[in-house]
């Protein structure tokens, strides 16, 4: 149980085009999920919360403009990157938290590396 | 807020060789702590986690140990095998915070 996908696993683009990412909670719901970005040998950087419903909340540094998020259902949320450049080229992954319990466990997809030209 | 540090950043063990990673935390009302392995190219992956009622916790040759007092935890792996050659990730959280501080990983490598 507990599996989380991510939709692409990989993608190119060209610079100036809109990337999006799909998360999806398969086997539970998912009040709150998380996407990060990973450089080469780095930790996980968090980007955003996102939780069912609402606006998604942003970190630090991190232009909301530019980073859409969308989390529209308990099994479902969106990273769309705008008008892509190829320093938004990284490895991006999200992860979610079952929904209607107090753990704080967080259950990651497979990742998505996006590749910007 | 909480800052979580783990050492080393890189371990290389012999196989069959126990390995030992080590994580501080910062913020004493944080209550929950796991660890999460990471292939390359792949997500993290949850391989176990304590919680602050407890100090010790066991799954096979996994372990992992907390001391609330010194406020650090460590993940124990024994009989060490290639396959767990992997980078990971200790992380820390407190009641209703919404989000998880990660460590910076530690990338260990068995040698058989």
């Known amino acids: 149980g507990a599996v989380v996908s991510q939709h692409p696993s990989w993608v190119i683009c060209k610079s100036g085009t809109s990337v999006k990412i799909e998360c999806r909670s398969l086997d539970f719901q998912a009040t709150t999920m998380f996407w990060y970005r990973q450089f080469p040998k780095q930790s996980l950087m968090l980007m955003a919360t996102?939780?069912?419903?609402?606006?998604?909340?942003?970190e630090q540094g991190v232009e909301k403009d530019k980073f859409l998020i969308n989390h529209a259902s308990l099994t479902l949320s969106t990273l769309t990157v705008t008008s892509a450049h190829p320093e938004d080229s990284s490895f991006y992954i999200c992860?979610?938290?079952?929904?209607?319990?107090?753990?704080?466990?967080?259950?990651f997809g497979p990742g998505t590396r996006l590749l910007v030209l | 807020g909480e800052n979580v540090e783990q050492h080393p950043s890189t371990l290389s063990v012999q196989e069959g060789d126990s390995a030992v990673i080590k994580c501080t935390y910062s913020d004493s009302a944080s209550n929950y702590f796991p660890w999460y392995k990471q292939e390359l190219g792949k997500g993290p992956q949850l391989i176990i986690d304590?919680?602050?009622?407890?100090g010790e916790k066991k799954d096979q040759r996994i372990a992992v140990t907390l001391n609330k007092t010194a406020k650090h935890f460590s993940l124990h792996i024994t009989e060490t095998q290639p396959e767990d050659s992997a980078v990971y990730f200790c992380?820390?959280?407190?009641?209703?915070?919404?989000?998880?501080?990660f460590g910076d990983g530690t990338t260990l490598t068995v040698k058989p």
């Open positions: 992860s979610a938290r079952h929904a209607g319990t107090s753990w704080e466990t967080q259950y």
């Open positions: 996102s939780n069912e419903g609402s606006k998604a909340t942003y």
């Open positions: 992380a820390a959280s407190r009641p209703n915070a919404g989000k998880s501080t």
């Open positions: 304590i919680r602050s009622n407890v």
